[in-house]
Nanobody, 119 residues
Framework: QVPLEESGGGWVQPGGSLRLTCTTS????????VGWFRQPPEKQREFVATISRDGRTNYADSVKGRFTITRDNAKETVYLQMDSLKPEDTGVYYC?????????????WGQGTEVTVSS
């Protein structure tokens, strides 16, 4: 279960935007859904969004309408566009293959990419 690789994090002011990228060192993600998860400071990791191979999406209530997950199967890349960011979006963001509901993941966790939202 080779972990996926995350990038694109950084510091942004409230109301700003970031786009995170998830890639794999394997040939492909396979048929699994790919999801984004985050771990806020001193809290447990939580589900953010998933996307199936054919484009079905699922979002946590806290990010609906602000975050958009997309998938480029030709490039085997998944993106998370984060708009209208809030301080409570701060955390380390991870991607992983798993179920569409985001309750089960298939691979080891990678290093993640850190997102900080503050003024």
């Amino acid at each position: 279960q080779v972990p996926l690789e995350e990038s694109g994090g950084g510091w942004v002011q409230p109301g700003g935007s970031l786009r995170l990228t998830c890639t794999t060192s394997r040939k492909s993600f396979g048929v699994a859904a790919v999801g984004w998860f985050r771990q806020p400071p001193e809290k447990q990791r939580e589900f953010v969004a998933t996307i199936s191979r054919d484009g079905r999406t699922n979002y946590a209530d806290s990010v609906k309408g602000r975050f958009t997950i997309t998938r480029d199967n030709a490039k085997e890349t998944v993106y998370l566009q984060m708009d209208s960011l809030k301080p409570e979006d701060t955390g380390v963001y991870y991607c992983n293959r798993g179920t569409e509901a985001g309750r089960t993941v298939f691979d080891d966790w990678g290093q993640g990419t850190e997102v900080t939202v503050s003024s």
